[in-house]
Every structure is written in C-alpha cells, then in structure tokens.
C-alpha cells in the first residue's frame, strides 16, 4: 500500500474517534456549546480548640440558652469587645428589636431601636472567610465599614451574599431552637429579651442535650439563601426624627 492511501487511512481513523467528542461540544445546529461546570464545594477550615473562654452564652427569654463559640483567630477586636460588653453585664436584658423569619435576628442595642451602642468606640472591619451559614453570629453595622459597636445578628438561614461585608464573629454550637422561637418583627410586637449573658461553659439543657465543637462547613451554591432580604444595618443616631433605618446600598 502506497504511503499515500496509509496516510489517508490514518486521517480517517482520526476522524472517527473525534466524531463523538465533536457530537457532545456541538449544538442542534453545529454551533459549540460552552462548558457548563460545577461550582466546586467551599470548605471552612475547622475552628481551634473550643475552650470555655471562648464561649458566649445568651439565655434568652425564649426558654433556654444559647451558645455561640467566638472565633478570636477571625475577628480579634470584635470578640473582645463582645467579651468586655458581656462582662459588664450590657447585654443582660436587651431586646431583639429585628427579627426576619427566615433571615437573621439583630439586638445588642440598648435603645431597642436599631440606632444605639455602647460608649466605647465603633470597631474596625475585621471581615474574613467565615460564612453566612445558619448559626453564625456577626457584628451589625451602618453602611461605613468600620462602623460596627455592640450590635450583633444570628443568622436563622443561610445567606452567603453577606460574606465578606460584615465581620463574623462565631457561631452557635447549641440551643439554635431557641433562636428560632425569637419573636418575628421590625420591630417586633413583643420582643424577645437577653435575660442574661456570660462567657463560659455551657450549661447543661434537658431540650438539647451536649455539644460538639463545630465541624468544617461544607457549602454548596443552593446555600446562597435569599439575596434580596434587607441587611442588617445598625444605622447612628440621627439629629432629625429618627426613621426607619435603611438598608447598605452596596452590599
């Protein structure tokens, strides 16, 4: 056989084995079909060793308490301050002034109005790569970054547009049911209080028994959660009639 018609064999061949893979990139009409690829998974490290120092616990007056373990490798400032407010027993009897069913629960503020704080100075940003994963817990703010003061939000879904925007805090390790039983509002009606708050080991709760440290969170696309709710925003006091507070423009 000629070198000729070998080389036209091979040529024929080829063609043959490509045909398919051709087949699959082409659409009903010959034109290429971009390739759709998996959004890979996101996967948190695990947190340091749990240690009771590191715990915040808030019993609430929704009938138990709950305990969120505060990440100081991830935002330094902000858990101290949260500590430093904790202990001088600031939290004890505040209210939950913004809760959004399926969203997030915002207090902290000793005016239960949104626009209050504490007397030391706003904070400095302190985003990170935690997730807005139902649980976790971060600090409020107004749309200036460095803005955030005593006001903090747990989310009850999650809602990964917030990541990186806020500074995430913790998250919580038990008693969630009783974050969800918060009462629901903007205000709320009735709202729901912080009977108490402290830094410690939690305390040992019939409804849900033991406690684990949190493991490394897996998140997947479908967390998004929905991007469209308000923000949780914890606007500064203003000199007209106060209003109700807006959301960031730009998040």
């Known amino acids: 056989m000629s070198s000729f018609f070998k080389r036209l064999l091979i040529l024929a061949a080829g063609l043959a084995l490509t045909a398919p893979a051709l087949a699959q990139q082409t659409g009903p009409e010959g034109l290429a079909e971009p390739h759709v690829r998996a959004l890979p998974e996101r996967v948190v490290a695990p947190a340091p060793p749990v240690v009771p120092e590191n715990i915040l616990n808030l019993q609430l007056s929704t009938g138990g308490t709950v305990s969120i373990v505060l990440r100081p490798d991830k935002a330094p400032n902000s858990v101290e301050r949260l500590k430093v407010l904790t202990n001088r027993h600031f939290y004890d009897g505040l209210t939950f002034h913004r809760v959004i069913d399926g969203f997030m629960a915002q207090g902290g503020d000793p005016k239960g109005t ?19 994963v139902r649980g976790t817990m971060a600090m409020a703010r107004a749309q200036e970054p460095d803005s955030a003061n005593s006001q903090f939000y747990i989310m009850l879904s999650p809602n990964l547009s917030l990541d990186q925007n806020y500074t995430v805090v913790g998250r919580v390790i038990k008693g969630m049911i009783y974050v969800d039983r918060l009462e629901k509002g903007e205000p709320p009606a009735h709202p729901s209080t912080i009977v108490r708050a402290y830094i410690g080991q939690p305390p040992a709760d019939p409804a849900t028994p033991g406690w ?40």
């Open 212 to 251: 684990t440290p949190p493991a490394p969170v897996a998140i997947l696309p479908t967390d998004a959660g929905v991007a469209a709710s308000p923000l949780p925003t914890a606007p500064k006091p203003a000199a007209k009639p106060a209003t109700k507070p807006k959301a960031p423009a730009k998040h």
């Open 114 to 132: 949104g626009e209050g704080g504490s007397d030391l100075p706003d904070l400095k940003a302190e985003f990170n790569d935690l997730p807005h």
